[in-house]
C-alpha cells in the first residue's frame, strides 16, 4: 500500500512538491573545495566550461589547482558566449566526446553554467540540442556538473533549465529536467569581485523577477514563498551596496545567497510572462534579460 494512502484506503491529493537536487557550498574560499567535490563524484577527467572574460581572471587558475590536488586532470573550453548558441554548445559536445571526459566545471554567469548543461545533455544523448526544447526530452542523464557562479542572478547552479540561443531562426528556447541541475553550487563571493557594475545591475534585477515571479506563481507553496520572501528582502538590503562596489565582499555574499535561493523558489514553481516576454528580445538583440 502506497504511505500516501492511508488506512481507510482512499488515495490522498499531492497537495505541493519541492525538489532540490544541488549540494550548495557556500562562503569565502569555497572555490578551493573544488577538487574535493570532483573526487566525490568520482570525477577523473574534468572540461571547464567558461567564457573567455574569466578565463583572463585567476580563477580559472584556482579551479586547475584545486583539481589538481585531487589528483583530477583538465581542460578548458572558453569559448562561452553571452546567450550561447547552438553552434557553441555543438563545439562543446565535439570536446567532451574526443578525451574522455566524465565531468564538467562550470565557471561563469548564467550563460556559462547553461551552456555547460546543454553540453552535459549532448555528450550523452544523440541529435542537436534543438531537438531537446521543452520539458524531460532527452533519455539518458547527462555528465555530472559542479557550476560556479560569477554574477549573483540567474540562480542556474541549482536550477532544471538551460537556456540556448539559435542564431540561425534568432530564437531562444528552453531545455528543461531536474536532471539538468548541477550536482553542486560552489558559492563564493570572491567570484563576484571582478564583475563590472553593469553586470552586478543586470543579474541583480534578474534574480529579484525570479524572486517575485516565483512568489506569485500558481504553483507557490509555503517551501517556495519562503525562499523567494527572503530572497526578496536580501536584494532589496544588498543590491545598492553591491552596485555601489562589486567588490564589497558581504554584499557580493548576500546577493549570491539571494540569487541561489531565488533559483530554488522559481525551479520548484516555474516563472511568468516577464521572463517569457524577455525571451524575444534577448534573442533578437542579443541583450540580457536582467
Same mark, same amino acid.
Given at each position: 500500500?502506497?504511505?500516501?494512502?492511508?488506512?481507510?484506503?482512499?488515495?490522498?491529493?499531492?497537495?505541493?512538491?519541492?525538489?532540490?537536487?544541488?549540494?550548495?557550498?557556500?562562503?569565502?574560499?569555497?572555490?578551493?573545495?573544488?577538487?574535493?567535490?570532483?573526487?566525490?563524484?568520482?570525477?577523473?577527467?574534468?572540461?571547464?566550461?567558461?567564457?573567455?572574460?574569466?578565463?583572463?581572471?585567476?580563477?580559472?587558475?584556482?579551479?586547475?589547482?584545486?583539481?589538481?590536488?585531487?589528483?583530477?586532470?583538465?581542460?578548458?573550453?572558453?569559448?562561452?558566449?553571452?546567450?550561447?548558441?547552438?553552434?557553441?554548445?555543438?563545439?562543446?559536445?565535439?570536446?567532451?566526446?574526443?578525451?574522455?571526459?566524465?565531468?564538467?566545471?562550470?565557471?561563469?554567469?548564467?550563460?556559462?553554467?547553461?551552456?555547460?548543461?546543454?553540453?552535459?545533455?549532448?555528450?550523452?544523448?544523440?541529435?542537436?540540442?534543438?531537438?531537446?526544447?521543452?520539458?524531460?526530452?532527452?533519455?539518458?542523464?547527462?555528465?555530472?556538473?559542479?557550476?560556479?557562479?560569477?554574477?549573483?542572478?540567474?540562480?542556474?547552479?541549482?536550477?532544471?533549465?538551460?537556456?540556448?540561443?539559435?542564431?540561425?531562426?534568432?530564437?531562444?528556447?528552453?531545455?528543461?529536467?531536474?536532471?539538468?541541475?548541477?550536482?553542486?553550487?560552489?558559492?563564493?563571493?570572491?567570484?563576484?569581485?571582478?564583475?563590472?557594475?553593469?553586470?552586478?545591475?543586470?543579474?541583480?534585477?534578474?534574480?529579484?523577477?525570479?524572486?517575485?515571479?516565483?512568489? $506569485?506563481?500558481?504553483? =507557490? *507553496? %509555503?517551501?517556495?514563498?519562503?525562499?523567494? /520572501? !527572503? +530572497?526578496?528582502?536580501?536584494?532589496?538590503?544588498?543590491?545598492?551596496?553591491? $552596485?555601489?562596489?562589486? =567588490? *564589497? %565582499?558581504?554584499?557580493?555574499?548576500?546577493? /549570491? !545567497? +539571494?540569487?541561489?535561493?531565488?533559483?530554488?523558489?522559481?525551479?520548484?514553481?516555474?516563472?511568468?510572462?516577464?521572463?517569457?516576454?524577455?525571451?524575444?528580445?534577448?534573442?533578437?538583440?542579443?541583450?540580457?534579460?536582467?
Amino acid at each position: 500500500m502506497s504511505s500516501n494512502t492511508p488506512i481507510g484506503g482512499t488515495a490522498m491529493a499531492v497537495e505541493m512538491t519541492f525538489q532540490l537536487y544541488t549540494k550548495v557550498i557556500k562562503g569565502v574560499g569555497a572555490i578551493k573545495s573544488i577538487g574535493e567535490e570532483a573526487k566525490g563524484l568520482k570525477g577523473e577527467r574534468a572540461l571547464i566550461v567558461t567564457g573567455p572574460k574569466i578565463l583572463k581572471t585567476g580563477l580559472i587558475d584556482e579551479v586547475r589547482n584545486s583539481l589538481s590536488d585531487a589528483g583530477v586532470s583538465c581542460e578548458i573550453f572558453s569559448e562561452v558566449e553571452p546567450n550561447p548558441s547552438v553552434r557553441t554548445v555543438e563545439r562543446g559536445k565535439e570536446i567532451l566526446l574526443s578525451d574522455g571526459f566524465d565531468l564538467i566545471i562550470a565557471v561563469g554567469g548564467g550563460s556559462n553554467i547553461d551552456a555547460a548543461k546543454a553540453m552535459a545533455v549532448m555528450a550523452v544523448n544523440p541529435g542537436s540540442i534543438c531537438d531537446y526544447e521543452g520539458a524531460d526530452k532527452f533519455q539518458n542523464p547527462p555528465l555530472p556538473i559542479i557550476a560556479v557562479p560569477t554574477t549573483a542572478g540567474t540562480g542556474s547552479e541549482v536550477t532544471f533549465a538551460s537556456v540556448v540561443t539559435d542564431t540561425e531562426r534568432n530564437y531562444k528556447f528552453v531545455v528543461w529536467s531536474r536532471l539538468l541541475a548541477p550536482k553542486v553550487a560552489i558559492l563564493d563571493p570572491l567570484t563576484l569581485s571582478t564583475a563590472p557594475r553593469s553586470v552586478v545591475i543586470a543579474a541583480g534585477m534578474d534574480a529579484l523577477t525570479h524572486a517575485i515571479e516565483s512568489y $506569485v506563481s500558481k504553483l =507557490a *507553496n %509555503p517551501y517556495t514563498e519562503n525562499f523567494a /520572501l !527572503t +530572497a526578496i528582502e536580501i536584494i532589496s538590503k544588498n543590491l545598492p551596496p553591491a $552596485v555601489a562596489d562589486p =567588490a *564589497n %565582499p558581504v554584499a557580493a555574499e548576500n546577493m /549570491l !545567497t +539571494a540569487s541561489n535561493m531565488a533559483g530554488i523558489a522559481f525551479t520548484n514553481t516555474r516563472l511568468g510572462i516577464v521572463h517569457a516576454m524577455a525571451l524575444p528580445p534577448s534573442a533578437l538583440y542579443d541583450v540580457p534579460h536582467g
